[in-house]
């Protein structure tokens, strides 16, 4: 199994980016997704999940308004479109997967999560 992260990058506050995770190895179209986030030294932190069939889809507090997770299953890939993004945005995004039993199934929690991908670097300048 691989997760593939790609996207990341250096932009400036209020600016934009998508991040995609390309899947391989698993049966995608059977797997909830999420994305989480990690600054060194603070806990890896919840941004948004979505269910395979894409219709439940959730999102932190802190990033609900900006930023909006998306799938396309033909393609085994799970997207994070980011926007308004902020300095406090700045962190290494790691997507993950988790296969579940139901359409509407998603995953808060890391621990949920059995897939993990490499993690790609976002830094948001001020």
């Known amino acids: 199994v691989q997760l593939q992260a790609s996207g990341g990058g250096l932009v400036q506050a209020g600016g934009s980016l998508r991040l995609s995770c390309a899947a391989s190895?698993?049966?995608?179209?059977?797997?909830?997704m999420g994305w989480f986030r990690q600054v060194p030294g603070k806990e890896r932190e919840f941004v948004a999940t979505i269910s395979w069939s894409g219709s439940r889809r959730y999102y932190a507090d802190s990033v609900r308004g900006r930023f909006t997770i998306s799938r396309d299953n033909a393609k085994n890939t799970v997207y994070l479109q980011m926007s308004s993004l902020e300095p406090e945005d700045t962190a290494v995004y790691y997507c993950a997967a988790r296969l579940v039993d139901a359409s509407w199934a998603v995953g808060l929690e890391g621990n949920e999560y059995y897939y993990w991908g490499q993690g790609t670097l976002v830094t948001v300048s001020s």
């Open positions: 190895g698993l049966t995608f179209s059977s797997c909830a």
